[in-house]
C-alpha cells in the first residue's frame, strides 16, 4: 500500500494526551467568544430539517449527542450516558446520565428526555431500529431503563445514531422530517446550532453557557460547505477554512498531495472502519440472483487497480469474507483476486456464451448479457464498468451523485450491481458486521435488503442475541463464510481514513465514526499559540 512521508503525527498528536475522561469531554480552561473554528465540507445542506436532512443531521449530532459514542478506537464510550450495564440475557439496559449535559436554553436535561427522544425516534423517524417499538423504557432520577422484549447484544451499534434532543421542544412538533427551522435549536453539549443559512452555505454552533464539562476554546464553530470536494479542500488550503471533514469518508487520498505544499497541514493515516464493495440485486434481477454469476464477477473485478486509482492507494484489497481485517472477530478468508480468464470460464460454465461472437455473451434467454451498473463514485463506477465489459457483459450504467438519487433508483431495484460504500456506522448497526446492509428485514436508506435467506437471517439474529465472547466469535466467523460462500456483495477494498491536521491547532482527537466532528474534539483543540 501506498504510505506517505509525512509522520504520523506521533500517535495524533498523542491523541490529545489519551483522552479518556468519565464524560467524554476536557478542555480549556476559558472558552474565547471572538474565536472561530472554521471547517471546510463537501455535504451540503439542502434544506434546515433537523430531522429531514441527512447532512444537517450529522453535522448537529455534536450539540445533541446519543447516549453512547464510537472513540479512536472504534470502542463505545459514553456521552450523553456516563456509564451503563446490560443484563446477563441482554435484555435490560441500565444506563446513568452524565450531568455535564444540559440545555442549552437553561432546562436540565432529564432521563424523561432520553426516553422521549428513543420513543419519538420509533414513532417519527422512518429508519428507527425496530426493538424500541418493542421495548418497554422507564426513568428513575438520572437513570434510564430499556427492557426489551428479546436479548439484544448489539444495542449500542444503534444508539449512537439516536439523538437526545429536548422533550419541552420536540414534543409539539408531530412531523420531525418535514419540520424546517433556521435555528437556534436548542442542545445539550459544549455547543447548540445557533443558525443554519442555506444561502450562504454556513452551519454557526455557538458554545452552550449551560454546559458543565471542560471550556471550548472556540466560541463559535462555523460550518462551511461548497459544491465539491476540491472547492472545500481549496478554502481549506487557501486559510478560508481552519480543517476539513466529510461524513463517513475520508480526506479525499487523491488530493492529499496537495497538502504537501502547505506548512500548515499534515496528516495522520489511521486503519478504517469504512469499506468499499459491490453488491447485487438479487431481488427482481436473473443475473444478480444468480449465485454462479456473482462468484465469476468476483474474477472480473482488478482490486489491486481499483485501490490505487479510486483510493489513491490508501486502502487494502478485501478478502471474501467481506469484513475488514480492523473489525472484532475477523477471519481471514481467501483474498478476491483478479483473473480475467477465471471469470470468463465460470460464466461460460454458468450459461453465459458468447454465442454469436460479437464480444457480448448471451443470457440464457439468448439475449444479450446487458447489467445495468448503479453507482455514486464516478472513478470506480468507470472502472468497474470497464472491468464488466472485458469480461463480456454489455453494461448500462448509471451515476447518481446525488445520495437521493442512488437511494431512488437503488429503491426501486433499478440495478443489477450497485457500488457502494459501509461507513463506521453501517458497520455497526443492526446486528453488526454489515449484516444490516444485506439483511432483508432490516429498513435503512444505504441498504440493498437483498437477502432473504432463512440461514442468514437467523445467524443474524443468534450474533444480536449473543454476548461477547468464543460463541460470538463463532457466528462472526460463520458470517464471514457465508458472505465468502454466498457473495450478496463483494467486497472490494477496506479504507485507510486520512486526516488533515493543521499544525496551528493542537488537541486534535480523532473518532473511528465521525472523524474531527465529535464532541470531544469540539472541546479540546485549541491554538497551538
Same mark, same amino acid.
Given at each position: 500500500m501506498y504510505q506517505k512521508n509525512h509522520v504520523v503525527f506521533v500517535g495524533i498528536l498523542l491523541l490529545t494526551l489519551i483522552l479518556v475522561f468519565s464524560s467524554g469531554c476536557i478542555g480549556s480552561s476559558q472558552t474565547d467568544q471572538d474565536a472561530v473554528l472554521k471547517i471546510a465540507t463537501p455535504n451540503e445542506i439542502t434544506e434546515a430539517s433537523y430531522?429531514?436532512?441527512? =447532512?444537517?443531521?450529522?453535522? &448537529?449530532?455534536?450539540?445533541?449527542?446519543?447516549?453512547?459514542?464510537?472513540? /479512536?478506537?472504534?470502542?463505545?464510550?459514553?456521552?450523553?450516558?456516563?456509564? $451503563? &450495564? @446490560?443484563?446477563?440475557?441482554?435484555? %435490560?439496559?441500565t444506563f446513568t446520565l452524565d450531568p455535564n449535559y444540559q440545555w442549552s436554553d437553561g432546562t436540565s436535561l432529564t432521563a424523561d428526555d432520553v426516553k422521549f427522544s428513543l420513543l419519538y425516534t420509533a414513532e417519527k423517524i422512518t429508519t428507527s431500529p425496530?426493538?424500541? #417499538?418493542?421495548?418497554?423504557?422507564? %426513568?428513575?432520577?438520572?437513570? @434510564?431503563t430499556i427492557s426489551l422484549a428479546e436479548p439484544v447484544y448489539r444495542l449500542c451499534g444503534d444508539l449512537v445514531a439516536i439523538n437526545i434532543v429536548p422533550q419541552h421542544i420536540w414534543e409539539s412538533i408531530d412531523n420531525p422530517e418535514e419540520y424546517i427551522n433556521a435555528g437556534p435549536y436548542v442542545g445539550s453539549a459544549a455547543y447548540y446550532v445557533k443558525s443554519v443559512d442555506i444561502n450562504s452555505a454556513t452551519l454557526v454552533l455557538a458554545a452552550n453557557p449551560k454546559w458543565k464539562g471542560g471550556a471550548p476554546y472556540y466560541g463559535t464553530v462555523e460550518i462551511h460547505w461548497f459544491a465539491t470536494e476540491d472547492a472545500a479542500i481549496f478554502a481549506m488550503l487557501g486559510d478560508e477554512c481552519d480543517t476539513y471533514w466529510k461524513y463517513a469518508a475520508s480526506f479525499p487520498t487523491g488530493s492529499v498531495a496537495l497538502? *504537501?505544499?502547505?506548512? +500548515?497541514?499534515?496528516?495522520?493515516?489511521t486503519p478504517s472502519l469504512k469499506m468499499s464493495y459491490v453488491g447485487f440485486n438479487t431481488i427482481t434481477s436473473d443475473v444478480g440472483g444468480d449465485i454462479a454469476f456473482r462468484k465469476a464477477i468476483v474474477y472480473a473485478l482488478n482490486y489491486d487497480e481499483l485501490v490505487e486509482i479510486s483510493a489513491s492507494g490508501y486502502a487494502l484489497s478485501a478478502n471474501s469474507g467481506f469484513i475488514p481485517n480492523g473489525v472484532p472477530y475477523y477471519k481471514n478468508t481467501t483474498a478476491n483476486t483478479y483473473n480475467l480468464d477465471t471469470a470468463k470460464s465460470m460464466l461460460d460454465a454458468a450459461g453465459y456464451k458468447d454465442?454469436?461472437?460479437d464480444g457480448i455473451r448471451e443470457d440464457t434467454n439468448g439475449n444479450a448479457l446487458t447489467v %445495468?451498473?448503479?453507482?455514486? *463514485? #464516478? @472513478?470506480?463506477?468507470?472502472?468497474?464498468? /470497464?472491468?464488466? /465489459? +472485458?469480461?463480456?457483459?454489455? @453494461?448500462?450504467? #448509471?451515476?447518481?451523485?446525488?445520495? =437521493?438519487? $442512488?437511494? /431512488?433508483? +437503488?429503491?426501486?431495484?433499478?440495478? *443489477?450491481?450497485?457500488?457502494?460504500?459501509? &461507513?463506521?456506522?453501517?458497520?455497526?448497526m443492526d446486528s453488526g458486521w454489515a449484516t444490516g446492509y444485506f439483511a432483508s428485514n432490516t429498513v435503512g436508506a444505504g441498504k440493498l435488503q437483498n437477502v432473504d435467506d432463512p440461514v442468514f437471517l437467523e445467524l443474524c439474529a443468534k450474533i444480536a442475541t449473543t454476548p461477547d465472547g468464543d460463541e460470538l466469535k463463532a457466528l462472526i466467523y460463520d458470517l464471514q463464510d457465508y458472505y465468502a460462500a454466498n457473495m450478496p456483495g463483494i467486497a472490494i477494498y477496506w479504507c485507510t481514513d486520512v486526516t488533515p491536521i493543521n499544525t496551528e491547532i493542537d488537541g486534535w482527537y480523532i473518532s473511528k465514526a465521525t472523524g474531527i466532528l465529535n464532541e470531544i474534539n469540539l472541546v479540546s483543540i485549541h491554538p497551538t499559540k
Open positions: 430531522f429531514g436532512n441527512y =447532512n444537517f443531521a450529522q453535522m &448537529t449530532r455534536v450539540t445533541t449527542p446519543p447516549l453512547v459514542q464510537v472513540d /479512536e478506537n472504534g470502542d463505545y464510550i459514553g456521552a450523553v450516558a456516563k456509564s $451503563w &450495564t @446490560v443484563s446477563s440475557d441482554g435484555k %435490560t439496559w425496530s426493538w424500541i #417499538k418493542n421495548a418497554t423504557i422507564t %426513568t428513575n432520577g438520572n437513570v @434510564v497538502l *504537501d505544499s502547505s506548512d +500548515k497541514f499534515t496528516t495522520v493515516e454465442v454469436n461472437g %445495468t451498473l448503479l453507482t455514486r *463514485d #464516478k @472513478v470506480a463506477g468507470e472502472l468497474i464498468k /470497464e472491468y464488466l /465489459e +472485458k469480461a463480456g457483459l454489455k @453494461v448500462e450504467y #448509471k451515476f447518481a451523485s446525488d445520495l =437521493n438519487a $442512488w437511494i /431512488e433508483l +437503488k429503491d426501486a431495484h433499478a440495478y *443489477d450491481i450497485a457500488y457502494n460504500g459501509i &461507513t463506521p456506522k453501517g458497520m455497526m
